[in-house]
């Protein structure tokens, strides 16, 4: 069964950092894809960062860049989302989610080539 547990968020303050963690199980990691997706209220879903498993490349959402990197720990099963200088605009659920290794990584933004999802954690950032 394949299973994704997002953890790590919580409340700070503007121009604080957070790290994500999204511990995968229930498929072998190395042959998939780990997107960072999130959603605010009232917003669509949207992609903030991928990372191809096979051979560690990353990409990221222009509204983050330069704030946030993705890495991943092979060993633990689990993908990390650090975040720094974060801004009020950053406030979502963030989720992840698992794809296919083998899709061309310029499609990583779009959310429904994404087979499975965790189930969020809330990030707050107060102005």
């Known amino acids: 069964e394949v299973q994704l547990v997002e953890s790590g968020g919580g409340l700070v303050q503007a121009g604080g950092s957070l790290r994500l963690s999204c511990a995968a199980s229930?498929?072998?990691?190395?042959?998939?894809?780990i997107g960072w997706f999130r959603q605010a209220p009232g917003k669509e879903r949207e992609g903030v960062s991928y990372i191809k498993m096979r051979d560690g490349s990353t990409y990221y959402a222009d509204s983050v860049k330069g704030r946030i990197t993705v890495s991943s720990d092979n060993a633990k099963n689990t993908v990390y989302l650090q975040m720094n200088s974060l801004k009020p605009e950053d406030t979502a659920v963030y989720y992840c989610?698992?794809?296919?290794?083998?899709?061309?990584?310029?499609?990583?933004?779009?959310?429904?080539?994404?087979?499975?999802w965790g189930q969020g954690t809330q990030v707050t950032v107060s102005s």
């Open positions: 989610g698992v794809r296919g290794g083998g899709l061309h990584s310029i499609t990583w933004p779009e959310r429904y080539s994404y087979n499975y």
């Open positions: 229930g498929f072998t990691f190395n042959n998939y894809g």
